[in-house]
C-alpha cells in the first residue's frame, strides 16, 4: 500500500517568512495529493491540491509542487500569518477516489 | 451548504460498552467516507460509501465495527465492546468528485 512521510514535524517560523513542508510517497500509481489544515478541535480543511499532470500549482500565498520522478511534493506558504498557525497534512491517492494515504503532519507556529 | 456534520462531539464510555456515532455529509455527496484519527497522527481510512453501498473497508475495521449508509445519506458508525485502543477522532467525510470534505468528527475516550 501507499506510504506517505512528511517533514518537519514542527516548524516554527518568523510572520512574513516563507514555510516549505515536504512529503514523500511510495505508490507511483498515486496521481492526487492534496494538503490539509487542521485547527485544534476541527477536522481538517482542504487548503489545496495538485494531480500528477500538473507540476505547480498556485492559490494566492499557497503554492505546492509535484516532482514524480522523485516521489515528493511540497506545500510553500508566502508571507505567513499568525493565523496560518495549524498542523498541515499531506495526502496522496487516486483521483476520483479518496481513500487518502494521509502523512503524520507538520505543526506549523508562526511567531509575531 | 452546511458542511459535513457529526455528533456527538465528544463521546466518554467504559471499557465493553457499545457506542454509535452520526455523520451527515453535504447534501447532494455521493461519498462518504470514515477516517479515524489518533493523537499526533494523520488519519487513516476505515471505510467508504457511494450512495448506500459500502465499496470499501479497511483492514483497520475490525469485526467490532459496523458503518451503516441506509439511505445513501447519512451514516453511522458503530463501535461494539468498546477497547482502550478504540480511543480516538473519528472523522467523516464526504465527496462527490476528487475533493474530501471532512467534518468536525467525534473524539472517542474508552476507559
Known amino acids: 500500500g501507499e506510504n506517505v512521510e512528511q517533514h518537519p514535524s514542527t516548524l516554527s517560523v518568523q510572520e512574513g517568512d516563507s514555510a516549505v513542508i515536504k512529503c514523500t510517497y511510495s505508490?507511483?500509481?498515486?496521481?492526487?495529493f492534496p494538503w490539509y489544515k487542521q485547527e485544534l478541535g476541527k477536522g481538517p480543511q482542504l487548503i489545496i491540491d495538485i494531480r500528477s499532470n500538473v507540476g505547480e500549482k498556485k492559490d494566492q500565498r499557497i503554492a505546492v509542487t509535484l516532482n514524480k520522478t522523485a516521489k515528493h511534493f511540497s506545500l510553500h506558504i508566502t508571507e505567513t500569518q499568525p493565523e496560518d498557525s495549524a498542523v498541515y497534512f499531506c495526502a496522496a491517492g487516486n483521483f476520483g477516489n479518496e481513500k487518502l494515504t494521509f502523512g503524520t503532519g507538520t505543526r506549523l507556529t508562526i511567531i509575531p | 451548504d452546511t458542511g459535513v456534520s457529526q455528533n456527538p462531539r465528544h463521546k466518554i464510555t467504559k471499557r465493553g460498552q457499545n457506542v454509535t456515532f452520526r455523520c451527515d455529509p453535504i447534501?447532494?455527496?455521493?461519498?462518504l467516507y470514515w477516517y479515524r484519527q489518533t493523537l499526533g497522527q494523520g488519519p487513516e481510512f476505515l471505510t467508504y460509501?457511494?450512495?448506500?453501498?459500502?465499496?470499501?473497508k479497511s483492514r483497520l475495521l475490525s469485526d467490532r465495527f459496523s458503518a451503516e449508509r441506509p439511505k445513501g445519506s447519512f451514516s453511522t458508525l458503530e463501535i461494539q465492546r468498546t477497547e482502550q485502543g478504540d480511543s480516538a477522532m473519528y472523522l467523516c467525510?464526504?465527496?462527490?468528485?476528487?475533493?474530501?470534505?471532512f467534518g468536525s468528527g467525534t473524539q472517542l475516550s474508552v476507559l
Open positions: 467525510a464526504s465527496s462527490r468528485v476528487e475533493k474530501l470534505f
Open positions: 447534501s447532494e455527496h455521493n461519498r
Open positions: 505508490d507511483s500509481a498515486s496521481n492526487y
Open positions: 460509501f457511494q450512495n448506500e453501498a459500502q465499496l470499501e
